[in-house]
């Protein structure tokens, strides 16, 4: 089994900051790619920003140069620093991770439950 655990949500004013931690853990073999996606109300899912296993990044547009992904391989973990939020920043933000099994295969995908980050004054 792979379990992906968040941490880091809350409430939060406009302007500030938040920092979101997703570890994975489990019968990991590779992770390749891992990001954080949200979902507003009322709202598609959406890819906030992801990182890859060689440290490539990409963020959707209304999020670049306020939010930093970032991972550390060697724990399994990867951390989006949010700063200069916005109360339209609200949503439940999901952890992901796509990875390979011992053969090489890819395409497995991951998910963590949420974590509710709520900006408001």
């Known amino acids: 089994q792979v379990q992906l655990v968040e941490s880091g949500g809350g409430l939060v004013q406009p302007g500030g900051s938040l920092r979101l931690s997703c570890t994975a853990s489990?019968?990991?073999?590779?992770?390749?790619?891992m990001g954080w996606y949200r979902q507003a109300p009322g709202k598609q899912r959406e890819l906030v920003a992801a990182?890859?296993?060689?440290?490539?990044?990409n963020y959707t547009d209304s999020v670049k140069g306020r939010f930093t992904i970032s991972r550390d391989n060697a724990k399994n973990t990867v951390t989006l620093q949010m700063n200069s939020l916005k109360p339209e920043d609200t949503a439940v933000y999901y952890c992901?991770?796509?990875?390979?099994?011992?053969?090489?295969?890819?395409?497995?995908?991951?998910w963590g439950k949420g974590s509710l980050v709520t900006v408001s004054s």
């Open positions: 990182v890859t296993s060689g440290g490539s990044t």
């Open positions: 992901n991770a796509d990875m390979s099994d011992l053969y090489g295969v890819a395409g497995w995908a991951y």
């Open positions: 489990g019968s990991i073999f590779s992770i390749n790619t």
